[in-house]
């Protein structure tokens, strides 16, 4: 069961657009990452939300967790090529302990 | 300070053969997460342990995998008798706890191919 959808699934932009990534799910989630992965690495920490509403900023990059905490989104802008990569988000269902993932954003940003 | 470390990157087994991939968490934490990766899919959980104990093993096929966690050394996933299905990329996490807020922290996996 695939509780956290994530779109689009692709998205191909040039360098110096700003572009929005989204993480669904009709469950709640006690927090949610986000996560960046290359080709033949594993996933990358960007960051962490825990509480409903909350936004946090990483450089280009804006994070906010819904306030239902039951959906996420990925802000970047003026995107360069090396912002290029799989942007995965996961959760803990508000029970366990086992992150459960999307299956993630390819983000191609183009010169 | 290192961070998870897998070994090894790349596994090439013939069907029939066994796989051993390794994992060593991060200095000082004692969670360990396997999770296994296929071609257009998301990261799946499969098993989390604690020093010697299988805490959840919900997500690992019944027949073929075992995983163990010593007191001593690294975290094992063993695949006996792999076969095609079986190719995917495995990817450890760690963590200092468990469940909640807590982050966990991802190997560079290991890439296992079964020809």
């Known amino acids: 069961t695939q509780l956290l959808e994530q779109s689009p699934q692709f998205l191909s932009i040039q360098e110096g657009e700003n572009l929005t990534v989204y993480c669904n799910s009709s469950s709640v989630f006690s927090s949610l990452q986000w996560y960046r992965q290359e080709p033949g690495e594993g996933p990358v920490l960007l960051v962490t939300v825990v509480t409903g509403g909350e936004v946090k900023k990483l450089k280009r990059l804006t994070f906010q967790f819904g306030d239902a905490r039951k959906d996420s989104s990925l802000h970047i802008t003026a995107a360069q090529p090396g912002d290029t990569g799989l942007y995965l988000c996961?959760?803990?269902?508000?029970?366990?302990?086992?992150?459960?993932f999307g299956k993630g954003t390819s983000l191609l940003v183009t010169p | 300070n290192a961070g998870v470390m897998q070994n090894p990157r790349h596994l090439v087994r013939r069907r029939g053969q066994e796989a051993r991939l390794r994992c060593s968490p991060m200095?000082?934490?004692?969670?360990v997460y396997w999770y296994r990766q296929l071609p257009e899919e998301g990261l799946k959980f499969m098993v989390y342990l604690q020093k010697e104990n299988i805490i959840d093993e919900s997500g690992m096929p019944k027949e073929r995998f075992s995983a163990e966690f010593p007191k001593e050394g690294p975290s094992i996933l063993r695949i006996q008798q792999v076969v095609r299905g079986d190719s995917a990329a495995y990817f450890c996490?760690?963590?200092?706890?468990?469940?909640?807020?807590?982050?966990?922290?991802f190997g560079p996996g290991t890439r296992l191919l079964v020809l």
């Open positions: 996490a760690s963590s200092p706890g468990a469940g909640g807020a807590e982050t966990q922290y």
């Open positions: 996961a959760g803990y269902p508000n029970s366990g302990y086992a992150l459960n």
């Open positions: 200095k000082g934490h004692s969670h």
